[in-house]
């Protein structure tokens, strides 16, 4: 399993290699993880809510409230936060794992639980009464967080086994020292990213790990509480390299059908370069506004819009608004192909 799980993520490695404009692969892979993620802890959130966030209308949306919404994009502003860090040569250390999880607790629920500081309390996982004697589990004690995760960190950094094996001990570890009050399952989910990056493993946030564990919930929290309770590493870490062998072909099925679509966008449009260029915006925006599109690309106004227009035309967007002076599009096929399971 161990050698599926590496040669699903090199394969997966190979679309860095083979795109010309990373973020055409990592806008849609990071958003797609963030709803994941956020679905996880019993949100309805969809990939078309996170993108919609910022659009300033309000064109048909699914469920989710505003404050569900919140919290997935604060995991988007975590996970390229996250990269960016490691990116400008940064560690992973407690400092920054702090900084992570304040960006994913700011002004959403949970920003009473003291957003980016360790915890102080003590807390008890799955207590229908909030007692310790009804506790599923109870993590480290609050005495001993800093010191653990300090440890925790200092491990993650050296290491004692290959890079997927030592991804799921820590992560396993990360959540039986649960170091804050809220947000420890976002956070150790990112983490594991952030570790395969920081191995080499990665080249940008590509794999969307949540889905697999949002899929496989119940086990999920099974086999963690079976390392605590009976020493089940064996069983933990063979999830943990399923999870990353499907979860990294998907992203490479993902990431190829993306980019055969934008290449068939593009002959359509041999020589139109400013319709080419929104198309790309397309990709990491599939909400799509002219003003936007405007001042991603650069083009004059009245180009943008021609090309709006023409992309119309060829089916590649459809409006979705009812306002004549702030039309709202959206691209089908590539929602399709990013919010697909």
Known sequence: MYGDAQYALGRLATLHRNVDNENLLIAPFVVREAAMSSQIEGTNVTVSDIILHDIDTSPQRSAADSTDVREAYNYVDAIREGFDRLAAGDQLSVTMICDLHETLLSDVRGVEEH???????????????????????????????????????????????????????????FETIHPFRDGNGRLGRLLMMLQLYDAGLLPEPYLYLSAYFNRHRQQYLDYLLAVSSDGAWEQWITFVLNAIAEQAIDAYDCGVE?????????????????????????????????????????????????????????????????????????????LRVVESP
């Not at 589990?137 to 609050?142: E, K, L, R, V």
């Not at 993650?156 to 570890?173: F, K």
């Not at 068939?264 to 929104?278: E, G, I, K, T």
């Open 115 to 173: 957003p980016g500081q360790l915890r102080d309390v003590p807390v008890y996982i799955g207590s229908p009464d909030g007692s310790a004697a009804t506790a599923r589990f109870i993590p480290a004690n609050p005495d001993t967080v800093d010191l653990l995760l300090e440890q925790l960190v200092s491990y993650m950094n050296r290491g004692s086994y290959p890079p997927l094996i030592d991804v799921a001990i820590t992560h396993y570890q």
């Open 258 to 334: 993306l980019q055969s679509l934008r290449a068939d966008y593009h002959s359509l449009f041999p020589n139109r370069p400013v319709a080419r260029d929104v198309i790309d915006y397309v990709f990491e925006e599939p909400y799509l506004t002219a003003p936007r599109a405007i001042e991603a690309t650069g083009r004059s106004r009245q180009a943008v819009y021609d090309a709006i227009e023409a992309l119309e035309t060829e089916g590649i967007v459809d409006e979705i608004s009812d306002s004549e002076r702030y039309r709202v599009y959206e691209a089908p096929d590539i």
